[in-house]
């Protein structure tokens, strides 16, 4: 007997590891299996979805899709759940880029109507720019959200990430990560501290973290980058010294 909800006959589908679907709030769904199956569900707020239906001039309203099949989507998906299994390492920033970034694939490829687009103009100001910089410079340790860089420069959530990115050529996540990165090589050469310490005043959550970031941006370990800086800086001085010497026996 096929099941009914309200006197409308239901469909069956049948998934497999990969699949995906999107469901609009207030749509009944019933899984079952003979074994124990593991899922990830994604809920974005209204508020993202409102922001990237205005950013892209199209209403909010998606249809149900039970086999979506979308790149952009999965991977961005897999790349929540790599965050996930690795405990949330990159912190509330990263994860609101990821929402934002779902929103927006959402609302331009599956919101039902569209209105006349209505580009924005202009960029990042040197204000808002400066503002941003120190905010993140002064909170290097914590765990900013985009609110807070957004809040600094007087935009939108999405509007500030939109230009954010054509300004300075990378994400405000990426953007962050590099002032964290850029104030490790700092502490790493001039106060002689643990690892783990640095990791943690510069906002990094395990040290593991900060060695993967770390050799992403700069192309070697924190030890490593260490011990090269340091040993430049040693032979600088012997050669200085040397000259002096020269100078002095002259």
Known sequence: MDLKIDGVPTER?????G????????TVGFVQSREQI??????????????????ANREIGFQSIPKLKDLRIRALM???????????????????????AL????????????????????????????????LVRSRISEDISLADMAAVTGLSITHFSRIFKKSMGESPHQFVLRQRVQCAKELLISLHLRMLDIA?????????????????V???????????????????????MSSLLQIQQG
């Not at 990830?40 to 979805?49: A, G, I, N, T, V």
């Not at 943690?200 to 992403?216: D, N, P, S, V």
């Open 13 to 17: 589908f049948q998934y497999v590891a």
């Open 19 to 26: 699949d995906i679907a999107l469901v609009p709030r207030q």
């Open 38 to 55: 593991e899922f990830l569900r994604f809920e974005l707020s209204d508020l993202r979805l409102s922001e990237a239906a205005v950013e």
């Open 78 to 100: 897999t790349a929540v759940n790599i965050e996930r299994a690795s405990g949330f390492p990159s912190g509330q920033l990263f994860l609101q880029s990821i929402e934002m």
């Open 103 to 134: 929103a927006a694939v959402l609302v331009k490829a599956y919101a039902l109507s569209i209105k006349t687009r209505r580009p924005i103009k202009g960029g990042l100001s040197d204000v808002g720019r400066r503002n941003v910089t120190d």
């Open 200 to 216: 943690l005043a510069c906002g990094f959550k395990t040290q593991q973290h900060f060695a993967r970031i770390f050799r992403q």
């Open 218 to 240: 700069c192309g070697l370990s924190p030890t490593e980058y260490q011990r090269l800086t340091m040993g430049n800086r040693l032979r600088n001085s012997e050669i200085r």
